[in-house]
């Protein structure tokens, strides 16, 4: 089995920064896309950034120049740093990742458990 486990969300005033944390655990033979996706109260979930094993990236516009998204290949984690952080941005954060289990041979996407992020003064 494959677990993801997020860390790194919080309560936030308007313009701060935080970092989210994602680590990925268990019969791992190799992961493709990871990516952070958020919903907020009364929406539905979006994209908010992915990045590929290579370190292609990806964000969704109203993060752009605010969020950066990287991974670190040897720990199986994908980060998210969020800077100039704006109310709107008040969501939980669900990481997820493409992964192909050790002796298999699809890849299947695993999800997180979420993490609040609150930005309030």
């Known amino acids: 089995q494959v677990q993801l486990v997020e860390s790194g969300g919080g309560l936030v005033q308007p313009g701060g920064s935080l970092r989210l944390s994602c680590a990925a655990s268990?019969?791992?033979?190799?992961?493709?896309?990871m990516g952070w996706h958020r919903q907020a109260p009364g929406k539905q979930r979006e994209l908010v950034a992915t990045?590929?094993?290579?370190?292609?990236?990806n964000y969704a516009d109203s993060v752009k120049g605010r969020f950066t998204i990287s991974r670190d290949n040897a720990k199986n984690t994908v980060y998210l740093h969020m800077n100039s952080l704006k109310p709107e941005d008040t969501a939980v954060y669900y990481c997820n990742a493409d992964v192909r289990q050790r002796n298999r041979i699809n890849f299947y996407s695993y999800w997180g458990q979420g993490t609040q992020v609150t930005v309030s003064s």
């Open positions: 990045v590929t094993s290579g370190g292609t990236t």
């Open positions: 268990g019969s791992i033979g190799s992961i493709n896309a």
